[in-house]
């Protein structure tokens, strides 16, 4: 069996699960209220996609800080892969709530878009204490 460095060490793998369910988590409670939200008041498709774009970064740098409590080296990397994952994750959960599971160009813009937030959000987090 080969063994992969990312994963020895310091309970990476727990450090990645961990942020991510708390990702998933943030992201469906605020999707859910968001969505009640906009039921009452009426909002136009106009704010809903932003929204939902903060909603998924917010909740991507939460779970990037929960994963990076115990991961110390190539914060970075870890940032990208949790972005990455969260983003096919996210996609799955929320594809079976709307009930309409099509992958688009869109998704994979989605998937850059989360990978870059993982990674400003570990070297950002790092940055405060000096190591990226």
């Not at 008041?41 to 779970?63: D, M, T």
């Not at 115990?70 to 996609?91: D, E, P, R, S, V």
Request: hydrophobic share 55%; proline share 2%; with cysteine.
């Amino acid at each position: 069996m080969p063994k992969f460095s990312f994963l020895q060490g310091n309970g990476v793998l727990k450090a990645h699960t961990r942020g991510i369910l708390y990702a998933l988590l943030i992201t469906l409670v605020f999707v859910l209220l968001f969505a009640i939200i906009v039921k009452y008041a009426g909002l136009s498709e106009n704010v809903v996609k932003p929204a939902i774009q903060v909603i998924k970064a917010s909740s991507i740098f939460a779970g990037v800080y929960s994963a990076l409590k115990t991961i110390q080296k190539n914060a970075w990397m870890h940032g990208g892969i949790l972005g990455l994952i969260y983003t096919c994750l996210a996609f799955i959960i929320l594809s079976i709530i709307d009930n309409n599971f099509s992958i688009t160009n869109g998704f994979f813009i989605e998937t850059l878009f989360s990978i870059i937030v993982g990674i400003a959000s570990a070297m950002l987090l790092r940055l405060r204490k000096k190591e990226i």
